[in-house]
């Protein structure tokens, strides 16, 4: 499932394209944006937001210099995750900078998923309350997990 998840991400914020800088023209060669319009995807909106809120050309100009360097991150931290998640399963055991990757990696899973589930800042309540034949259930009980497994890994780097 978090092999999954990760991939997902990783496609959604642009995978291997994400940071490359082909070609040799101006733009490309300073890692320059060419459409700085935010995202369409509300989850990809959520996972690379707008720096000014009230300022609509200042963040299009941030967005123009930072996005492609975001996104490639994004990806970076997907990758790191993929590739020292065991293939078969059964222990996982990270570096500092590994477990850093996993938390950005997790944050962004955790922030689509929420997106896509409508919550808006905490999970509700109502998982407790929710039967476990809602088709909504498992991908609430996922994104407890998740949560779980991030407090886990910010506690073991405590």
């Given amino acids: ?54 300022d609509p050309d200042a963040s299009t100009e941030f967005r123009r210099y930072t996005e492609r360097d975001l996104r490639a991150g994004k990806a970076d931290a997907a990758r790191t995750l993929l590739g020292t998640l065991p293939e078969d399963g059964g222990r996982v055991s990270l570096s500092v900078d590994e477990a850093l990757a996993w938390l950005r990696a997790l944050n962004d899973i955790r922030l689509t ?13 109502d998982l407790d309350m929710m039967k476990p034949d809602d088709p909504r259930y498992a991908a609430y ?9 991030q407090d886990s890994l910010v506690q073991a780097l405590s």
């Avoid at 394209?17 to 070609?23: I, K, L, P, V």
């Avoid at 998923?113 to 309540?125: C, F, S, T, Y």
């Fill in 141 to 149: 009980a996922v994104y407890d997990w998740l949560t779980g497994t």
């Fill in 1 to 54: 499932m978090l092999r999954d998840l990760a991939g997902q991400i990783e496609t959604l914020v642009g995978g291997d394209d994400a940071g490359t800088t082909e070609g040799g023209d101006f733009a490309d060669v300073l890692g320059l944006t060419e459409d700085a319009r935010p995202p369409d995807d509300p989850a990809l909106a959520r996972l690379l937001p707008d720096a000014y809120g009230d």
């Fill in 113 to 125: 998923l929420a997106v896509r589930l409508g919550i808006a800042e905490q999970m509700p309540a």
